[in-house]
Antibody, heavy 123, light 112 residues
Framework: EVLLVESGGGLVKPGGSLRLSCAAS????????MNWVRQAPGKGLEWVSS????????YYADSIKGRFTISRDNAKNSFFLQMNSLRVEDTAVYYC????????????????WGQGTKVTVSS | DIVMTQSPDSLAVSLGERATINCKSS????????????LAWYQQKPGQPPKLLTY???TRESGVPDRFSGSGSGTDFTLTISSLQADDVAVYYC??????????FGQGTKLE
């Protein structure tokens, strides 16, 4: 069974930092693009960042560029989101989600998703 | 960036009736080299993560009931639930994965 489990969320003051983790199991982790998607309270879904299997390709949403850093450790089947200079508007549930890759190409629809970790930025 | 716009924002449908949700993209999601539309649909129930329903606009994910069907091409897409069940009450999102990021979602349609 493919499983994704997030951790690392919590309450932080504006300007603070948090590091989210996503532990993966049930598939060949290094072969897949991994993603972070967030959902502010009562709002819709917002893609945040993606990292390819070899970390060769990394992308960020404009809203977090320069403040967040995505990384992965294929030996530990985990990937991360380092969030610095946090703002009130970063308050959200952060989901990790896997992309889809066949033998030659990766496509970024998201399946499966983790249960999410809540990040609250407030003074 | 590709903008995804869903309609309606909310929808009330009786049990057993058909539900139709629309999604429009600001540019075509069809790639000619493989004739595929780069669009996915998700269902999100309260307190749960989203669940993939369809990809390539109309390919149902394994385990998704066949009452869910996706259709459309280019810039106009539809998710249809042929006979609404109580368990289908949720928010539905479309998402494009056409090119390099950002991968954008529609604003969501709340089905009641």
């Amino acid at each position: 069974e493919v499983l994704l489990v997030e951790s690392g969320g919590g309450l932080v003051k504006p300007g603070g930092s948090l590091r989210l983790s996503c532990a993966a199991s049930g598939f060949t982790f290094s072969s897949y693009t991994m993603n972070w998607v967030r959902q502010a309270p009562g709002k819709g879904l917002e893609w945040v960042s993606s990292i390819s299997g070899s970390s060769s390709y990394i992308y960020y949403a404009d809203s977090i560029k320069g403040r967040f850093t995505i990384s992965r450790d294929n030996a530990k089947n985990s990937f991360f989101l380092q969030m610095n200079s946090l703002r009130v508007e970063d308050t959200a549930v952060y989901y990790c989600a896997r992309g889809y890759c066949d033998r030659t190409t990766c496509y970024n629809w998201f399946h499966p998703w983790g249960q999410g970790t809540k990040v609250t930025v407030s003074s | 960036d590709i903008v995804m716009t869903q309609s309606p924002d909310s929808l009330a449908v009786s049990l057993g009736e058909r539900a139709t949700i629309n999604c429009k993209s600001s540019q075509s999601l069809l790639k000619s080299f493989n004739n595929r539309n780069y669009l996915a649909w998700y269902q999100q129930k309260p307190g749960q993560p989203p669940k993939l329903l369809t990809y390539w606009a109309s390919t149902r994910e394994s385990g998704v009931p066949d009452r869910f069907s996706g259709s459309g091409s280019g810039t106009d897409f539809t998710l249809t639930i042929s006979s609404l069940q109580a368990d289908d009450v949720a928010v539905y999102y479309c998402q494009q994965y056409y090119s390099t990021p950002p991968y954008t979602f529609g604003q969501g349609t709340k089905l009641e």
